[in-house]
């Protein structure tokens, strides 16, 4: 049964900096991809970024966090990492960690974190 502890987050002014941290139990090489999504209140649950877990990280971050916020992983510790910086009111969300199949589809997902950022 795979795992996912999420650490991070909370309130922060408009302009400022986060980082989110995802811990997975099992072997990394069990999961093709890890990512991170958000949903708003009355929004749908969007991908915010993912990575690849094979021997090159490769990324893709959504149109809307780019340039601001970045993935990446530990590999030895099991961990993927979101740092958000200049952080806007738009990105007060929950966020989630997600487990990705060969199909980029999310399958085991984290417990979720509040991200708030205040104008």
């Known amino acids: 049964q795979v795992q996912l502890v999420q650490s991070g987050g909370g309130l922060v002014q408009a302009g400022g900096s986060l980082r989110l941290s995802c811990a997975a139990s099992?072997?990394?090489?069990?999961?093709?991809?890890m990512g991170w999504y958000r949903q708003a209140p009355g929004k749908q649950r969007e991908l915010v970024a993912r990575?690849?877990?094979?021997?090159?990280?490769?990324?893709t971050h959504a149109d809307s966090v780019k340039g601001r916020f970045t993935i990446s992983r530990d590999t030895p510790k099991n961990t993927v990492y979101l740092q958000m910086n200049d952080l806007k009111p738009e990105d007060t969300a929950v966020y989630y960690c997600?487990?990705?199949?060969?199909?980029?589809?999310?399958?085991?997902w984290g417990q979720g974190t509040q991200v708030t950022v205040s104008s």
């Open positions: 997600a487990t990705l199949t060969s199909g980029l589809e999310a399958e085991y």
């Open positions: 099992g072997s990394p090489l069990m999961f093709n991809h």
């Open positions: 990575i690849s877990m094979r021997s090159v990280a490769v990324t």
